[in-house]
């Protein structure tokens, strides 16, 4: 009896650690494919129950700051409207000179929406799970974004799911660029601290309220998505090479439930 | 309490891990039931059971997760195996205050082979963070330990209830 419960602990330790090193190196694809599909209408309604307690919460919390915040918000768009109108004028002007100069437009992006239907189990790390896959022309390095805004980029793909690999996480690493001064340096997730764009040359100017957008530069991310706003900068001292900003991103990770996968321009 | 039930509870736990707990994040941390439910169910089941529900939970949880595949199912797995020593040993595991203490030292385990994971990749581990947010959990983790501990228990109960019922009939 002794014998055999022992030969079933030796059996179960086996398995568990047969199934870490198969899955690791890749031979338990087509099983997370057949889970994935089954799971993820399930998924998606367990994550429900969980935005849907999350927001009843911030909600009762946040009554007080609503009159406040409707003023800001109220002035933004003013601000927005009036950008808006400036930038038509702008994308009038560059349509005008570009065929003047025979070069091409500007190709639209290709979108493809997915619902978020999962995130990491536990802390420090930052990735979520999205129901569409390689069936929907979903691969790895792809960007993903929400409101115009870079959510991160895929990092393993099956034929119905994908996982994300948020900018927030502290292992995330992108080339970025300031809109306005058009600094370069590379944008980097921080435990805790939310995003630092590093690396920026010593003779760069950044400025706080910019914008940091996407370079372009290695990888399979476009040029031009906005990651976030510089909030402040450090290590301008006389003898630093790089200087360093802390940047501000508008994405809530927990409020996501739908973005969009740049698929290809 | 039998494994069919151990099987359910084991299923909706990792939903709820993968799912509704981390869009709910109280005080900004994900708290760990998978960890809570693997340990009780270790004190409860038979051996061969709880460790194959460790590895279950800890599998499907790796699948679910975006990084550091496996460590999970290694984690849990030690894990069940170490409250099965304990038993073995004849620690009274009903005692809330070791289940506790044993759900304290597996969450701060777990939280550092994540953050070791992470300092292998050179990332900037900044310590008054990684404290608070261990913290949070660890008080997240006790307070479901209470919960899920006090819904075992009604099961049990309720099946013990049941035998007694079905014995008296047939007596």
Redesign the interface.
């Known amino acids: 009896m002794q014998r055999l419960?022992s030969k079933?602990?030796i059996t179960?330790?086996g398995?568990?650690?047969g199934?870490?090193?198969l899955?690791?190196l890749g031979f338990l694809r087509p099983v997370?494919t057949v889970?994935d599909y089954v799971?993820s209408p399930?998924?998606?309604?367990?994550?429900a129950?969980?935005?849907g307690?999350?927001g009843l919460t911030t909600d009762i919390t946040q009554i007080r700051h609503l009159e406040s915040d409707n003023a800001k918000l109220q002035e933004q768009v003013n601000q927005l409207k009036q950008l808006a109108s400036q930038d038509a004028e702008v994308q009038h002007q560059n349509d005008i000179l570009r065929r003047q100069l025979q070069i091409g437009g500007a190709t639209p992006q290709h979108l493809v929406a997915a619902d978020v239907?999962?995130?990491?189990?536990?802390?420090?790390?930052q990735?979520?799970?999205i129901g569409r896959g390689s069936n929907d022309g979903l691969g790895v390095g792809m960007a993903v974004e929400s409101g115009g805004e870079l959510v991160g980029t895929i990092?393993?793909v099956s034929k119905t799911t994908a996982?994300?690999?948020l900018v927030t996480d502290?292992?995330f690493k992108v080339d970025g660029i300031d809109q306005t001064t058009r600094a370069d340096g590379t944008i980097e997730g921080?435990?805790?601290?939310g995003l630092v764009m590093d690396k920026i040359a010593e003779n760069s100017t950044v400025t706080p309220g910019d914008t940091v957008i996407t370079s372009g530069l290695g990888g399979d991310l476009p040029k031009g998505i906005i990651i976030g706003q510089i909030q402040a900068v450090t290590n301008q001292g006389e003898n630093q090479v790089f200087q360093t900003a802390q940047l501000n991103t508008s994405i809530q990770v927990?409020k996501l439930e739908l973005v969009f996968v740049v698929t290809g321009s | 309490m039998s494994l069919t039930k151990g099987l359910i509870i084991a299923a909706l736990v990792v939903w709820l891990q993968l799912s509704t707990l981390p869009a709910l994040r109280p005080f900004g941390v994900v708290p760990n039931l998978a960890l809570v439910a693997v340990i009780l169910l270790a004190a409860r089941l038979p051996l061969t059971s709880s460790l194959g529900l460790a590895v279950g939970v800890g599998w499907l949880l790796d699948l679910g997760s975006g990084s550091d595949y496996g460590l999970r199912t290694t984690f849990y797995l030690l894990a069940a195996l170490a409250v099965a020593m304990l038993r073995q040993f004849g620690s009274d595991l009903e005692n809330l205050s070791l289940v506790a203490s044993i759900v304290v030292t597996a969450t701060v385990l777990l939280n550092l082979a994540i953050l070791a994971n992470l300092a292998l990749l050179h990332v900037n581990l900044p310590l008054g963070y990684i404290a608070e947010k261990m913290a949070a959990e660890i008080a997240c983790n006790l307070v479901l330990l209470v919960i899920v501990r006090w819904i075992f228990n009604a099961l049990a109960g309720r099946t013990t209830e049941m035998a007694l019922h079905i014995g008296g009939r047939r007596g």
Do not use: E, H, K
């Open positions: 419960r079933s602990i179960i330790v398995l568990g650690l199934l870490v090193i899955g690791g997370t889970l799971t399930v998924r998606d309604g367990f994550r129950i969980g935005s307690l999350s239907i999962g995130y990491q189990p536990d802390n420090f790390r990735f979520l799970t990092s393993s996982t994300v690999f502290p292992n921080q435990l805790g601290t927990t």
